[in-house]
């Protein structure tokens, strides 16, 4: 465990001791909070659009004892200053995934942002709400001061674009790909052969045009926003990820909340995600045809060997119990 983590413990613990003793977390009284979303994301982004109608119905269905003020575009800082803010007892809310949450004392979270851990978003969503992973959020709650509130806020599988198609693993031999530095793309993609390279998002589109890397990857939707697809025409169908984003927040702000109001916003939060999946969706087949028209070219992969190539993924993580995956695989399946 990190000095980091040890802090955000402490903090966690003696934020959740003072609102116990002060009795904020009696369900009995109707407390009102404003939380501040947070997000790196700007406001024309479909999971901004999504929150802020959510957080509209749930200050309406909770007679405004529980209201939003939004921060889009890094206002309050950092993802990582935002979860900070959060596990210090601040009521604040921030867009985050899975893998992120994973080093905050929680590392089995990691394994759902895996190479092809789930086949479609029916299986995420059963993942995102499973017993399994309500247990992790639990823990992640009492150890760190932060509570899960939705997780299936999924914007597409992601997918390889280049100057080349990398129908097979073998394609991608000495491909210079963009890769941030987080544990679960640069274990994903290293068995891959390929070379991973850092690049800021912001400034992939020029890495693309002046071939500091030759190949990326992002979910249709996300190739659309960055305009990629105008410097690199070859997008390759992996659905290699798909990514576990969603909202967390304050848990002492959380406790402080009445308990049928939690429940409103819970549930809302879920049905915010269910709409950014549909949407997300019915837009992946919209900017296809967009993108063919514009010259780029799709091509199919060879899924099982892209299984069988990045299945080393999942005998890297020492921190993981023994068993993991098999229960993450059964979660998924609704088991």
Not at 136 to 158: Q, S
């Amino acid at each position: 465990m990190n000095q980091f983590t040890k802090s955000l413990r402490l903090l966690a613990a003696a934020a959740i001791a003072t609102t116990m003793l002060t009795g904020l977390s009696d369900a009995a009284f109707a407390q009102e909070l404003t939380i501040r979303i947070a997000t790196v994301n700007a406001p024309t982004s479909e999971s901004w659009k999504g929150v802020m109608a959510t957080a509209e119905r749930v200050t309406e269905r909770t007679e405004g004892r529980v209201k939003f003020e939004g921060f889009p575009s890094g206002q309050l800082g950092t993802t990582t200053d935002s979860i900070e803010q959060a596990s210090q007892g601040l009521p604040v809310m921030t867009f985050t995934s899975a893998s992120f949450l994973s080093s905050f004392g929680v590392p089995e979270l990691s394994i759902v942002e895996g190479p092809f851990i789930v086949s479609n978003t029916d299986e995420a969503e059963n993942l995102a709400f499973s017993d399994l992973m309500q247990g992790y959020y639990d823990t992640l709650a009492e150890t760190a001061g932060i509570r899960v509130v939705a997780l299936n806020w999924f914007d597409g599988p992601r997918h390889m674009i280049g100057n080349a198609g990398y129908p097979s693993p073998e394609d991608l031999q000495g491909v210079r790909m963009r890769v941030p530095p987080v544990e679960t793309w640069l274990k994903t993609f290293e068995p891959l052969g390929v070379i991973a390279t850092t690049v800021e998002a912001a400034e992939v589109y020029s890495a693309l045009s002046q071939g500091v890397v030759t190949a990326a990857e992002s979910p249709l939707t996300g190739l659309r926003a960055s305009g990629w697809p105008e410097v690199a025409k070859e997008i390759t169908m992996t659905g290699h990820f798909n990514l576990f984003t969603g909202w967390v927040m304050s848990e002492v702000a959380f406790q402080q909340i009445g308990e049928e109001d939690r429940a409103i916003l819970l549930e809302e939060f879920r049905k915010g995600g269910q709409d950014l999946t549909e949407i997300s969706a019915n837009m992946e087949a919209e900017i296809r045809k967009e993108f063919e028209a514009s010259g780029v070219t799709f091509h199919e992969a060879d899924l099982d060997a892209y299984r069988k190539a990045t299945a080393s993924f999942y005998t890297s993580f020492p921190d993981w119990p023994d068993g993991l995956y098999d229960q993450v695989r059964a979660a998924a399946a609704g088991n």
